[in-house]
Nanobody
Framework: VQLQASGGGLVQAGGSLRLSCVASGRIFSINDMGWYRQAPGKQRELVAGITSESTTNYADSVKGRFTISRDNAKKSVYLQMNNLKPEDTAVYYC???????????????WGQGTLVTVSS
């Protein structure tokens, strides 16, 4: 089971990017999904989360600018980032709580990270 993130890159302040993350492998169910980020010298922080019922939550710093969504049929989660700021520069990681088979426990999985760089 793995998560593959993509969509990072270099963008000017005020620009937009869309991150994607797809789960693959033997998966029974996918519960909560989310995006975290880690800037140089800082701890990893939650950016946005989405439940299996598509209830969302956001860090205060991104509310009104970022939108998280998911496509359960495609086992994917997305992060639309608008009006990007230099302080959004970080490595972004997708996360998913997944169950690989019936009667198995839920496990947290992490994607490999994708770099977002916002220039001023």
């Amino acid at each position: 089971v793995q998560l593959q993130a993509s969509g990072g890159g270099l963008v000017q302040a005020g620009g937009s990017l869309r991150l994607s993350c797809v789960a693959s492998g033997r998966i029974f169910s996918i519960n909560d999904m989310g995006w975290y980020r880690q800037a140089p010298g800082k701890q990893r922080e939650l950016v946005a989360g989405i439940t299996s019922e598509s209830t969302t939550n956001y860090a205060d710093s991104v509310k009104g600018r970022f939108t998280i969504s998911r496509d359960n049929a495609k086992k994917s989660v997305y992060l639309q980032m608008n009006n990007l700021k230099p302080e959004d520069t970080a490595v972004y990681y997708c996360n998913a709580k997944m169950v690989v088979a019936i009667f198995h426990s839920e496990v947290h999985y992490w994607g490999q990270g994708t770099l977002v760089t916002v220039s001023s």
